[in-house]
């Protein structure tokens, strides 16, 4: 008798199994497909559930397939709603990253970049402000706090908000904005900035390109910039510009770590122990007709420009500088290679000024050497660099790529032109690894090497 009890329960536990199941696959088809057959009465007996096949279930992308079993549950489950974004995230996206970074100069960085990045709710998938804060201990000038703010907005306008603070002396304030594309018919471009800094890791190695390593000299320099430029569109890919800047600048002993104060090394120095205000202002001509500016597949670009300083006019010394540069970027099959070309070149008729206003070649845009590594009035640089798409990947419905650069950097300074020889060549090389979210946003980690070492740089943007 227990048996048969044990069996009949047995029985109507399974006979409600499955009418749990039936209705919860129904409700299911309900929502993707057609309704299912409507359940029929037998008129003769009790009013029972005539079961009936099925159609089986749409086929579902491979990407689903570990929802089949979430998604075939019984319909008295609550299923928790779906947030629909059809063409791209819409909520915040936070990733926790590391900050590491090395430099010879500025020594070693140990901390955490939490970043935040915010989407334009109306065009779906495009970012719109990113938030990036850090806490970075730095084995030079010790802990420091950062606030960063970056917006992106409509053709190709652009701002960027910094501040950097350590508890002793590093300072960094940066407010700046861009906006290419303004006014009736996108006529006019303007582009506007200021800077506070005070940094304790600067260093001078001399001027010319045969300046030793050892020989360097360490300094704090505090300086107070700003910067205008106003532009006119003409054509389709053209503009002229007139460029304003401003620097006030003063060199304070200490810095560089133990290495001696810039004033005792090299006593003809100027600049030194007292502020020097220098005021530029000149013209630019620039040709653009790449398919980004943040982040080019295809396309060049060039630009020339002429930048006058007059004592007249409020600068501590006269000067005329005269710069030029050209960018290529060219893709090979379905843009998974792209090869970037940069030529650099600027030169300044008067070598009594300054070191910090005078051509520069190292750091950003010559990754082997350190920031100011060569210093000598005029400068040249030629990079190549192969951005190679690695894979193409989506996070939490943020696509991106993710890019190997492998570069290559030749570059000297010179005093005339007649200085420029082979063997005072300067080479750098290495890899760059980037995070790329088209058409604004770059993360990248570039590691150089040159014949004086190694550097490591982090930012939010290529190199060129």
């Not at 792209?338 to 650099?344: N, Y």
Request: glycine share 10%; proline share 7%.
């Amino acid at each position: 008798m227990r048996n048969k009890i044990r069996v009949l329960g047995w029985t109507l536990s399974l006979a409600v199994w499955l009418s749990v199941e039936c209705a919860g696959l129904s409700s299911l088809h309900a929502e993707t497909s057609q309704p299912p057959t409507p359940l029929k009465k037998s008129p003769q007996q009790p009013q029972l559930l005539v079961l009936r096949p099925q159609p089986e279930p749409p086929a579902l992308p491979s990407s689903t397939n570990l929802l089949i079993h979430a998604q075939f549950q019984p319909s008295t489950l609550r299923r928790r709603p779906e947030i629909k974004e059809e063409n791209g995230r819409t909520r915040p996206l936070f990733l926790p990253l590391p900050a590491i970074a090395s430099n010879p100069n500025k020594g070693a960085d140990f901390g955490i970049l939490p970043v935040v990045l915010f989407f334009d709710k109306e065009s779906h998938g495009r970012i719109q402000n990113i938030l990036a804060p850090s806490l970075i201990f730095n084995t030079e000038t010790g802990l420091k706090g950062a606030f960063r703010w970056l917006g992106y907005l409509p053709k190709g306008a652009k701002y960027q908000l910094i501040a950097i603070q350590s508890i002793d002396v590093d300072s960094d304030y940066i407010a700046e904005i861009e906006a290419p594309r303004i006014g009736p018919n996108d006529r006019f471009a303007a582009a506007t900035g200021v800077r506070f800094e005070r940094d304790p890791t600067k260093v001078f190695y001399g001027f010319g390109p045969d300046s030793r390593k050892g020989g360097k000299s360490g300094l704090i320099q505090r300086q107070y910039r700003a910067s205008l430029s106003a532009g006119i569109n003409l054509l389709e890919h053209f503009r002229a510009s007139y460029n304003e800047q401003l620097r006030v600048a003063l060199i304070e002993d200490g810095g560089g770590s133990q290495d001696p104060f810039i004033g005792d090394t090299f006593s003809g120095a100027s600049g030194v122990r007292t502020w020097s205000t220098f005021s530029a202002r000149g013209l630019s001509v620039l040709f653009d007709n790449r398919d980004s500016g943040a982040t080019p597949t295809r396309g060049y670009f060039g630009m020339v420009g002429v930048e006058i300083s007059q004592q007249a006019l409020g600068s501590e010394q006269s000067f005329t500088r005269v710069y030029g540069e050209a960018k290529a970027f060219i893709p090979w099959p379905n843009t998974q290679w792209i090869s970037a070309v940069r030529v650099f070149s600027s030169f300044i008729d008067n070598g009594g000024v300054p070191h910090y206003e005078q051509s520069v070649l190292g750091g950003k845009d010559f990754r082997g050497y350190p920031s100011g590594r060569f210093v000598d009035r005029g400068v040249f640089t030629v990079n190549l660099e192969e951005r190679i798409r690695v894979i193409r990947l989506e996070l939490l419905r943020v696509p991106f790529d993710v890019e190997a650069a492998p570069f290559v950097e030749f570059g000297q300074v010179f005093n005339d032109l007649e200085d420029i020889e082979a063997r005072r060549l300067q080479v750098s090389y290495g890899l760059g690894i980037r995070a790329v979210v088209r058409p604004d946003v770059v993360g990248k980690i570039d590691v150089g090497a040159a014949d004086e070492g190694m550097n490591i740089r982090v930012g939010l943007d290529y190199p060129f």
